[in-house]
C-alpha cells in the first residue's frame, strides 16, 4: 500500500542541476522524517540530506552542504531534492525514505519506508 515514487533523475553535465522529486501515496508524511539516500556502484548506501518533520532540523552530509536543498510540501506529499552545482561524484542511484517518527533516525536500517529509486548522472 505505502509507496515512495521518485522522479527527476536524469544525465547533466558538471555544474548542472537536477530537482528530484519523491511523491508518497499510502501513506502521509507530513508527521515524519523524511531523507534523500544515494548508492553508486560498488559503494554502500549513504545518507545524503533529510529533514525532520516540522521542518525544523536538517541533516547532511558536508559534501552536499551548500549544493543541495532538501524541501517537503505536506499539502502534495511530496519531498524534493534540488542539487545545484553537480560533481560526478554526486552519479548515483538516489532514493528517498521516511522514518516514522518526527526526529531522523542515526541509521538507514530505521526508515520505513523506500522508493524504488532515480538515477543520477554526472558528467564531465
Known amino acids: 500500500q505505502v509507496q515512495l515514487v521518485e522522479s527527476g533523475g536524469g544525465s547533466v553535465q558538471a555544474g548542472g542541476s537536477l530537482r528530484l522529486s519523491c511523491a508518497a501515496s499510502g501513506y502521509t508524511i507530513a508527521n515524519s522524517c523524511v531523507g534523500w539516500f544515494r548508492q553508486a556502484p560498488g559503494k554502500e548506501r549513504e545518507g545524503v540530506i533529510s529533514?525532520?518533520?516540522?521542518?525544523?532540523?536538517?541533516y547532511y552530509d558536508d559534501s552536499v552542504k551548500g549544493r543541495f536543498t532538501i524541501s517537503r510540501d505536506n499539502a502534495k506529499n511530496t519531498l524534493y531534492l534540488q542539487m545545484n552545482s553537480l560533481k560526478p561524484e554526486d552519479t548515483a542511484m538516489y532514493y528517498c525514505?521516511?522514518?516514522?517518527?518526527?526526529?531522523?533516525?542515526?541509521?538507514?536500517?530505521?526508515?520505513?519506508?523506500w522508493g524504488q529509486g532515480t538515477q543520477v548522472t554526472v558528467s564531465l
Open positions: 525514505a521516511a522514518a516514522k517518527q518526527w526526529f531522523c533516525p542515526r541509521t538507514t536500517y530505521d526508515y520505513n519506508y
Open positions: 529533514i525532520s518533520a516540522g521542518g525544523g532540523s536538517v
